[in-house]
């Protein structure tokens, strides 16, 4: 059973615009949900994170924003650029839990 | 500098040998992860470690085992290999309990022949 769910699996966008990647869960008791990114020949990073008090977190071009009642987020990077080209992967836990991954987004940005 | 080492990288073996996978890291972070990454899957975790000698089964253990001797030294160990256990493999670690940051490897390539 799924319990992260990510759409698209692959998404291509040109440089400037804004690449929107969505998540949804299933566990209610999740309450810390990290975005990921990883590029090729490499291991993921954490990119940007956001806790269940919150509906949105911004960090320069990266947000997340997050709806607790339908359970879903979404990661938006606006003015997107040939290097935010990578997998991003969704994941989520409960407090002190290991995280449940998402099965990632591969975002393409065309110059 | 905070690294989470992986040896080797790249690794060829035959069906029925046996693998090592060593993972290390300079953070002196309690807490290790072995995950397993195959194409549409996402990760998938293998073992977690919250400590030398302190080791759990994640969602898919069965064909590995690990080792944590040291904090700052974690193994994945793969007795008499199989062809489905093809994968990349990422080590990771993470300060205290897994809410928190996962730091990641560059990953283990291993190809089962």
């Known amino acids: 059973q799924q319990q992260v769910r990510q759409s698209p699996q692959s998404l291509t966008v040109w440089e400037g615009e804004t690449a929107i990647l969505n998540c949804s869960y299933e566990d209610s008791t999740f309450n810390y949900f990290p975005w990921y990114q990883q590029f090729p020949g490499e291991g993921p990073a954490l990119l940007i994170s956001i806790r269940s008090v919150s509906d949105k977190k911004e960090d320069g071009r990266f947000t997340i924003f997050f709806n607790k009642r339908e359970k879903k987020l979404s990661l938006h990077i606006t003015d997107s650029q040939p290097g935010d080209s990578a997998t991003y992967f969704c994941?989520?836990?409960?407090?002190?839990?290991?995280?449940?991954w998402g099965s990632g987004t591969k975002l393409i940005i065309k110059p | 500098d905070m690294k989470v080492t992986q040896m080797p990288r790249y690794l060829i073996k035959r069906m029925g040998e046996n693998v090592l996978l060593e993972c290390g890291q300079d953070?002196?972070?309690?807490?290790m992860y072995w995950y397993r990454q195959d194409p549409g899957l996402g990760l998938q975790l293998i073992y977690i470690s919250y400590d030398v000698d302190s080791n759990s089964e994640g969602d898919i253990p069965k064909g590995y085992r690990v080792s944590r001797k040291k904090r700052e030294h974690f193994s994945l160990i793969l007795d008499s290999a199989k062809t489905n256990q093809t994968s990349v493999y990422f080590c990771a670690s993470s300060l205290g309990t897994p809410g928190n940051t996962l730091y990641f490897g560059e990953g283990s390539r291993l190809i089962v022949v």
């Open positions: 953070m002196s972070h309690e807490t």
């Open positions: 994941a989520a836990s409960e407090s002190n839990y290991q995280l449940i």
